[in-house]
């Protein structure tokens, strides 16, 4: 990928974050990236569509890099490090940002097409692996996924209420709450 088309998708998806995509414009990405104003169509000639779908993509890739990293035991420290990566987007924002495909799929409205088509698999993926990692810690594959959809739920939801406070109390309380509903640890 070109320097100033990843500049543009990186920024892009920190504006979004924080301002959701219909408040993102070619003008403020162009301004955020520092990136020549000819390059926008060179590198996204389907427009802002593009752009936004490149940024969620993106965005998305980290998040499950993060999630393979993780060598977690037990289903309590795996919810924990998806909560604590966004718990370090809402601090370095000083609780300005949230989640860029959170931001399309407000925007965006039920049914919208080809982006939401893109927001709902990157939100699959997101629960398929949390799911995948909660049941890998011994966690019944039967409750595995729903406990993944409750965590993905709950971390959007206090996302949006960190912007409202200011800061991480909405996390923490999502993660405390969320830690209830796994199983008891298996005896080793």
Request: charged fraction near 25%; charge should be neutral.
């Amino acid at each position: 990928m070109g320097d100033s088309r990843e500049r543009m998708i990186r920024s892009a998806a920190a504006l979004i974050a924080a301002r959701g995509l219909s408040a993102t414009s070619f003008s403020d990405v162009l301004e955020a990236s520092g990136a020549p104003r000819g390059s926008i169509y060179h590198h996204f000639p389907d427009g802002k569509t593009q752009l936004a779908e490149d940024a969620i993509r993106w965005t998305s890739e980290r998040v499950l890099a993060h999630l393979r990293a993780g060598t977690e035991r037990t289903p309590a420290a795996v919810l924990a490090r998806f909560v604590d990566m966004w718990r370090r987007v809402v601090l370095a924002s000083n609780g300005a940002s949230g989640c860029s495909v959170a931001g399309v799929a407000i925007d965006e409205g039920v049914g919208a097409g080809p982006l939401m088509d893109v927001v709902r698999a990157i939100f699959r993926s997101w629960v398929d692996m949390l799911a995948e990692q909660l049941a890998a810690t011994g966690v019944p594959p039967e409750r595995a996924g729903a406990i993944a959809l409750a965590t993905l739920a709950g971390m959007e939801g206090a996302l949006i209420l960190c912007r409202a406070e200011g800061g991480t109390g909405p996390l923490d309380a999502v993660e405390r709450e969320l830690v209830r509903l796994l199983p008891r640890a298996r005896e080793k």
